[in-house]
């Protein structure tokens, strides 16, 4: 049995417009994720949030079930079309409310709130005036955050600023897989997308600082260790550039305060509008990075492949994949771990997501088992605990998720809960893994 220092936290993660349903209800505005789910072929089979766990009407039973599990912490995230339905202007009280209610059933439950600012639902008025192309998003963020902290900074003292910037960048405004849906090859808008965001997350840093000044305030960023194909110096090099375009890019600007040179020169034309002071503000300090970490990547040279990365994404065969298809590979967290904390020391580091998805079934007698979601999280664990033994802050880890919820573009298709949800009835049933992580976390230790 390995013992974990005792205020270490355990727990849970999720997001609003994952979990919380109640789309039209209580004055909430439309976000991109209600434009995109609805729009034909976005999604698999055309699912939405519409409904999802409905957790905005069940979430007393849910905290009941975080109590249940014993954990100390509750990562979830604010809708911001909840508090203002337009992104600016009118503020909806009703949306205040809920998360008033909310934040009041945790900390009577003794679970601290964890809240995360940005977590992918952008208000769809402000899309409609560019999103986060648009500069002045920045500032609306800045304006909502002040909004959601002078009410609830009372009670919440861990936020998070912005979740998986990259993601948020690449995928909603490159690849397309994601809202708002852009897909642009010359990555000036995944780029320009990305410097809003990061400015919003720097000023959002400064109100809270204000507002809450006995808050520790950090973002969720996702890191993937990029490893070489073969020893080949070329497929070294490959992985490196990898690296550089999908981590360091963006982690140097928060945390350095400096775009890299590599990566500008990688990006060439297509980088983003920098003005004076911006810098400044992204790089504005923070308490702690948020890792959210799943899986790695292997990267070998291809002189064929887009220029300038040249570079091909290859799997491995015959390793274990999640229903993700991602690869289980949990050495990569104590590798990733070990490179931030080198390069930019921060004072703290939580892992603010891990878990995996699996096809998970109710069997015979109601029960669902999910050995490779128990494993996936016990070998996590191991991991962050070497790299914690060899120095490195660690002083959280939130499994992601408490319960099963809608994946993005994958629907209700992929089940990442340790908490299953049956969709029809709202039925939840703790799975195997919840069972297993009560255990550690009421040992506060792992065997
Ligand atoms: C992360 C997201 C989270 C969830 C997991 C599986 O990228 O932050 O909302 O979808 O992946």
């Excluded at 920045?138 to 919440?156: E, M, N, P, Q, W």
């Excluded at 004076?276 to 040279?301: E, V, W």
């Excluded at 590979?329 to 104590?334: A, E």
């Excluded at 998720?401 to 573009?409: A, G, Q």
């Amino acid at each position: 049995m390995k013992q974990f220092p005792k205020d270490f936290i355990w727990g849970v993660a999720a997001s609003s417009y994952q979990i919380e349903g109640a789309a039209d209800v209580g004055g909430r505005g439309e976000s991109i994720w209600d434009r995109f789910s609805h729009t034909p072929g976005k999604t698999f089979n055309g699912e939405t949030g519409d409904v999802a766990c409905d957790h905005y009407h069940l979430y007393e039973n849910d905290v009941k079930l975080m109590a249940e599990l014993g954990v100390k912490s509750y990562r979830f995230s604010i809708a911001w079309p909840r508090i203002l339905p337009r992104g600016r202007g009118r503020v909806n009280e009703a949306g205040l409310d809920f998360y008033d209610r909310l934040v009041d059933k945790l900390i009577e439950a003794g679970i601290d709130p964890l809240a995360t600012l940005y977590h992918w639902d952008l208000p769809q008025a402000l899309d409609d005036e560019g999103g986060w192309l648009n500069r002045e998003t920045a500032d609306h963020f800045a304006h909502y955050t002040d909004v959601v902290s002078k009410r609830l900074g009372d009670r919440i003292k861990m936020w998070g600023t912005i979740n998986e910037p990259i993601c948020v960048a690449m995928l909603g405004y490159f690849t397309g897989m994601h809202a708002p849906g852009h897909q642009d090859e010359t990555m000036q808008e995944m780029n320009t997308a990305l410097h809003h965001l990061l400015l919003g997350h720097g000023k959002a840093v400064r109100v809270l600082r204000q507002n809450v000044p006995d808050a520790k305030v950090g973002a969720m960023i996702n890191i993937y260790p990029i490893y070489p194909a073969t020893e080949a110096e070329e497929d070294k090099a490959a992985a490196e550039r990898f690296y550089m375009y999908h981590n360091h890019w963006f982690t140097a600007a928060m945390y350095t305060g400096e775009y890299p040179a590599e990566g500008l020169r990688l990006f060439g034309r297509a980088t983003p509008d920098i003005q004076d002071g911006d810098m400044d503000i992204i790089s504005t300090p923070t308490d702690y990075i948020g890792l959210n970490y799943y899986s790695r990547l292997i990267a070998a040279y291809d002189p064929e492949a887009n220029k300038p990365l040249q570079v091909k994404i290859v799997k491995e065969p015959d390793v274990e994949y999640t229903a993700m298809d991602w690869e289980v590979f949990p050495d990569g967290l104590h590798d990733v771990l070990t490179r931030i904390y080198k390069e930019y020391k921060p004072k703290e580091i939580i892992i603010a997501e891990n878990g995996c998805a699996v096809n998970d079934v109710v069997n015979e007698d109601g029960k669902v088992i999910d050995p490779q979601r128990v494993s996936y999280i016990k070998r996590h664990i191991h991991a962050m605990q070497k790299t914690m033994q060899e120095g490195v802050p660690v002083k959280g880890y939130y499994v992601w998720s408490l319960m099963d919820n809608f994946e993005w573009s994958y629907g209700f298709s992929k089940r990442f809960g340790i908490i299953y949800v049956d969709y029809e009835t709202q039925k939840r049933i703790p799975k195997e893994s919840y069972y297993t992580y009560q255990k550690i976390v009421k040992n506060n230790a792992i065997n």
